[in-house]
């Protein structure tokens, strides 16, 4: 089955730079897409199709894939960026929608 | 402005079955496939089931085993998700999602654009 590889946990201090990692076998003829996840919240899509910033979410994110590992960065972390964030994929071999463990962002 | 809103979880008995709603408002549900994502306790996020934006085609993990049925009534702009045999393993925190594509499908690849707030379903004797 298809796997997406998140880190657990990134802590980082308001104003640093946030990189979350969406590790897999191959992105090849994939599109990733990034959710934020607060408690108690709806998640939230903060980047689709690898790059692309939804209306309505800050200049901060940003999306990228090199190789097998897509990235989500944040930019100048702020304390309302705390949650978890959730890369996805559509895997056609399985016809499933996968979707990495997680990774929550704590800022110290 | 779009939104989902769910329904219909609870306390259930294992071995009941359970329908979830999912309401739609903001836009045509109709035009759009839609999904059901949960989360287990302490878990991430898990995609559940889809369906196009017709009815016609769905998918299903595999752990939902048979047991899952998605379902649609785009007149009545609702979504729905009948669990049979409810199982320990079936608490959860159980989200609608939109697909982003005009009249697409479930496998389309699109993104989930829109997810409601959540049903939460828990599942003890």
């Known amino acids: 089955s298809y796997i997406l590889t998140q880190p657990a946990s990134v802590s980082v201090a308001p104003g640093q730079t946030a990189r979350m990692t969406c590790a897999s076998a191959?992105?090849?003829?994939?599109?990733v897409h990034w959710y934020q996840h607060k408690a108690g919240q709806a998640p939230v899509v903060v980047i689709n199709d690898d790059t692309v910033r939804p209306s309505g979410i800050p200049e901060r994110f940003s999306g990228s894939i090199s190789g097998n590992m897509a990235t989500l960065t944040i930019s100048g972390v702020e304390a309302g960026d705390e949650a978890d964030y959730y890369c996805q994929v559509w895997d056609n071999g399985s016809q499933h929608w996968v979707f990495g463990g997680g990774t929550r962002l704590t800022v110290l | 402005e779009e939104k989902l809103v769910e329904s219909g979880g609870g306390f259930v008995q294992p071995g009941r079955s359970l329908r979830l709603s999912c309401a739609a408002s903001g836009f045509r549900l109709g035009d759009h496939a839609m999904h059901w994502v949960r989360q287990l306790p302490g878990k991430g996020l898990e995609w559940v089931s889809g369906?196009?934006?017709?009815?016609?085609?769905?998918g299903f993990s595999d752990f939902t085993k048979g047991r899952f049925t998605i379902s649609r009534d785009n007149a009545k702009n609702s979504l729905y998700l009948q669990v049979r045999s409810l199982r320990a393993e079936d608490t959860a925190l159980y989200y609608c999602?939109?697909?982003?594509?005009?009249?697409?499908?479930?496998?389309?690849?699109?993104?989930?654009?829109?997810w409601g707030p959540g049903t939460m379903v828990t599942v003890s004797s």
């Open positions: 191959t992105f090849v003829r994939k599109s």
């Open positions: 369906i196009s934006w017709n009815g016609e085609m769905r």
């Open positions: 999602a939109k697909g982003s594509g005009y009249k697409g499908s479930w496998y389309s690849g699109t993104v989930f654009d829109i």
